[in-house]
């Protein structure tokens, strides 16, 4: 559905020389990414800020031409066959919208139909899905101007799903959303995956959004993928390990130790102890503790996706860094 090879696009920039002088210089947003991605799949795009997520996005979608490399959405070239790629594909970019500011949400709906000439029948029966599980009814006739973020997010998904995208490109959909809203949007997109119908590609700083949404997890840094597989590959490849939290009624005897675990901290006087998992199951770490000790109450912990993305982040600017110094 969607395929990208040694895609790679350079901006000219005007940096500092000196007190005076400007030098032009090349940036590389994206340096050489190739994907492939299957239809149906749910995919997070994720990286630092600067990372080419939105430049990608951007390439995909036909905003801007890339200046190297091949990419094809939908079987079409996306700059070239961009007004055919636009009846294929719904965008959600949080700094454009697609709505009209002084109209009605309802009146912005109608219009889409008109501009996509989507049968009536068609967009009635996406409209009715998506003022139901967007919750849209109480500002279908709101202004788009005086809707919060929260609404106008959600009325922006609806704007880009009225025509029935084969794919759908997010670009951080969450962003600056309260809770309810980020919930609804959340459900919204999971219930969209799970039918299978829509393939979606999403940016986002909130990996609760990836957790909750996509299997697939691609990471780019300094225009680069650098991881490119499941939130448990991620997790496997980084060494995360689960943890075990444990409240005693009194401390460990000195010396304790659980084959398989590493005694990380110890709190409480001794009273609260986590172990890291590292090559015991949660199982048997559990029964070699509560027969060792007397346990008051304990909890395994899952390892924490913020934790191992930001490892992520440092290990690869850190070889960023080491090829940077090795090429100079
Ligand atoms: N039109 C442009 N001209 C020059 N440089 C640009 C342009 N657009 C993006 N860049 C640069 O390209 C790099 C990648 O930008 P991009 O917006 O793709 O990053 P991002 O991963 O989406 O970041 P963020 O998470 O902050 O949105 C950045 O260094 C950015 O400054």
Redesign the pocket.
């Known amino acids: 559905m969607i395929e990208m090879k040694n895609l790679r696009k350079d901006?000219p920039?005007r940096v500092k020389a000196g007190r005076f002088r400007r030098e032009k210089r090349v940036?590389t947003?994206v340096d050489g990414v190739s994907l492939s991605i299957a239809a149906g799949e749910m995919v997070g795009y994720i990286?630092p800020?600067?990372?080419?997520?939105?430049?990608t996005l951007k390439m995909l979608t036909g905003v801007l031409a890339p200046s190297a490399g091949e990419v094809s959405v939908c079987g079409l070239s996306p700059v070239a066959q961009r007004t055919r790629l636009a009846l294929r594909i719904g965008v959600v970019f949080g700094q454009r919208s697609q709505l009209w500011w002084d109209l009605p949400l309802r009146e912005s709906f109608r219009l889409l139909k008109h501009v996509y000439r989507v049968p009536a029948a068609e967009h009635e029966t996406r409209l009715r899905r998506c003022r139901e599980l967007l919750d849209l009814d109480a500002f279908m006739e709101t202004p788009v101007r005086q809707l919060s973020l929260g609404q106008r997010m959600r009325g922006e998904l609806t704007a880009a799903l009225l025509h029935g995208p084969e794919v759908l490109f997010l670009d951080e959909p969450t962003i600056g959303l309260d809770v309810v809203s980020k919930q609804a949007v959340r459900s919204f997109l999971g219930e969209l995956g799970r039918g299978g119908d829509v393939t979606l590609v999403l940016?986002t700083?909130d990996l609760a959004d990836i957790e909750r949404l996509c299997k697939r997890l691609v990471v780019i840094d300094h225009g680069r993928v650098v991881h490119d597989g499941t939130i448990e590959d991620l997790h496997s490849r980084y060494g995360s390990r689960r943890r075990l939290v444990a409240d005693l009624d009194s401390p460990l005897p000195p010396g304790f130790a659980l084959p398989g675990a590493v005694l990380s901290t110890v709190e409480a006087d001794g009273h609260r102890v986590t172990f890291t998992l590292e090559s015991i199951a949660a199982g048997a770490a559990v029964a070699a503790l509560v027969n060792a000790a007397s346990v008051r109450d304990l909890s395994v912990i899952e390892p924490d996706i913020e934790d191992v993305v930001a490892r992520l982040y440092r290990c690869s600017i850190t070889s960023t860094a080491q090829d940077g110094s090795s090429a100079s």
């Open positions: 901006f920039v940036l947003a990286g800020n600067g990372a080419g997520k939105s430049t940016t700083h």
